[in-house]
């Protein structure tokens, strides 16, 4: 990567309200410690091994930063087929996606910054199914029920911007 890019990225990572302009259309990468999703809501059953399979997973997102607040719901629709998938998941508004692996939550979210270039966040959280955690897993004959009983914060580890 070229040195002018990284530059760029992280002088507008540093300095949040001033306008991203990389110098070409090469999309820039680097951590963003000030930008939290939020996820509430969460519920999820895994059910696929019953004679009658049935999984499903919502909750709802939210990113309450002021310049690009948005919440939508996010969605898998009761189906046979697991909950954890190798690919991104769209959620009602279409610049959030997501995907559920057996240990780890991934939201991405893209906006447009106030210079007209593209940002896309994303945050990974390990999913802490533990009770005193705000977590819980429930086994039953119908699968296992998940659920956080408390408001979840994921810090974006990847800001990626373009031109």
Not at 27 to 39: D, E, G, I, Q, R
Request: one cysteine or more; aromatic letters at 10%.
């Amino acid at each position: 990567m070229h040195p002018t890019l990284l530059l760029a990225a992280l002088f507008a990572i540093t300095t949040w309200g001033l306008p991203v302009v990389p110098p070409t259309a090469e999309s820039v990468t680097a951590a963003s410690p000030t930008l939290t999703f939020h996820v509430s809501d969460f519920i999820a059953l895994d059910n696929t091994a019953s004679p009658h399979p049935l999984s499903y997973l919502s909750f709802l997102f939210s990113d309450r930063h002021p310049d690009h607040s948005l919440s939508t719901t996010c969605t898998l629709a009761p189906s046979s087929d697991k909950i954890y998938k190798p690919l991104f998941s769209t959620c009602a508004n279409a610049a959030v996606s997501f995907r559920v692996s057996e240990g780890e939550v991934e939201i991405r979210r893209g906006w447009k910054s106030g210079s007209g270039g593209y940002m896309t966040g994303t945050a990974r959280q390990g999913t802490y199914w533990k009770e005193g955690e705000g977590g819980n897993a429930t086994k039953t004959d119908g699968g296992k029920f998940y659920s956080r009983t408390v408001e979840w914060e994921l810090p974006v580890t990847s800001l990626s911007a373009k031109a």
